[in-house]
């Protein structure tokens, strides 16, 4: 039963969800860099809009993984939305020129806001990287109590939920 669980298979389902997300992000993605108006060309407001957005679908992906009991794909739809929202925060503070940030220049410079906005979204990164390892670890702690679990069954002759007597 572990060991079912615990592969590292995808179901179609899960995979198609993925997808799903996926396309929802990229279509309002679009949407924000045609929709927002854009003097000089400068993309800011739309890449930042796009961030946040990423970063709010992939904490509700993440949340709604807790009512799953393997949401391996929806686990995937989180992640991949969480680094794909950081990309885009760290490209509206890295490749955006300095006009953005409230300066008069077109030029690009490390300072001011940019830096405090660095500081933000490098903080962003840390803590999705902590939420990251804890969910792997309290993952490899349920398949060990899985195969315990099973292994006691066998040992005691219980019939697992969805198992018959032999």
């Known amino acids: ?11 179609v389902a899960s995979l198609a969800l993925t997808g799903v997300i996926f396309l929802i992000l990229l279509l309002i993605g679009v949407l924000f860099f045609l ?31 807790a009512f799953t009991r393997s949401g391996r794909g929806i686990m995937l739809a989180s992640t991949g939305s969480f680094w794909f929202g950081v990309v885009m925060l760290l490209g509206a503070d ?24 660095l500081i933000i979204i490098l903080i962003i ?21 899985e195969d315990l679990r099973e292994q006691w069954r066998q040992s005691t002759g219980v019939v697992g939920p969805g198992q018959r007597r032999p």
Request: charged share 10%; glycine share 12%; hydrophobic share 45%.
């Open 1 to 11: 039963m572990a060991s079912q669980s615990s592969s590292g298979s995808f179901s």
């Open 35 to 65: 929709g927002l108006p854009h003097p000089n060309n400068d993309y800011y407001l739309a890449m930042l809009a796009t961030g946040i957005f990423a970063l709010v679908v992939g904490l509700a992906a993440y949340l709604a993984n």
């Open 94 to 117: 890295l490749a955006t020129p300095d006009s953005d940030f409230g300066g008069a220049s077109t030029a690009w410079t490390l300072g001011g806001w940019r830096i405090v906005f």
């Open 125 to 145: 990164v840390a803590v999705g990287l902590g939420v990251q390892i804890w969910q792997q670890s309290a993952q490899k702690q349920v398949e060990r109590r």
